[in-house]
């Protein structure tokens, strides 16, 4: 970990950690997305992976605006595009694909993004981990938890 301190033209000291305290290891199912095996995964996979060095790079608007735009592109892969953002976060979850819970996180994610991108908002340290946090909940059932279920569902011994 490297650490930089400056002091500002008031006479105050910050430091800044790299990588960012933020920061945090690929999940797996990102590996298998950015794979090539199917186009549509492998192009949310690498603007994921963007989300990840951007907030690496302590880039936390970039960030946010990118994972705005990752669970956008998700939604439209799966449900295709079904209008305003509340058309599809309804279509995302009557499709199965999100619990309620999940899509009022995903709203709160979503408006980070917009206040970002619309309004120059740069989120917290602990808002973006947040929003990540989102991210990784939705992506993980989609993209990797289905083909790893299913493997260990074919190691587990049949009932009697």
């Not at 302590?58 to 705005?68: D, E, H, P, S």
Request: overall charge neutral; glycine content about 8%; some cysteine.
């Amino acid at each position: 970990m490297g650490i930089q301190s400056r002091y500002l033209s008031d006479g105050t000291a910050t430091t800044e950690y790299y990588p960012s305290p933020v920061s945090r290891q690929q999940p797996i199912w990102l590996q298998y997305m950015r794979l090539g095996l199917d186009v549509d995964e492998e192009k949310i996979g690498d603007l994921i992976f963007e989300v990840y060095r951007a907030v690496d790079a302590k880039q936390y608007r970039l960030a946010a605006m990118g994972i705005r735009a990752a669970l956008e592109q998700i939604m439209i892969m799966k449900i295709g595009d079904t209008g305003t953002f509340n058309q599809k976060l309804e279509a995302f979850q009557k499709a199965g694909l999100i619990s309620s819970i999940q899509r009022d996180a995903m709203r709160a994610t979503l408006d980070v993004g917009d206040a970002a991108i619309h309004r120059g908002y740069i989120p917290k340290e602990g808002e973006l981990k947040i929003a990540l946090d989102v991210l990784d909940g939705v992506c993980a059932p989609i993209f990797g938890h289905v083909d790893e279920a299913k493997r260990m569902a074919q190691s587990v011994p049949p009932r009697k």
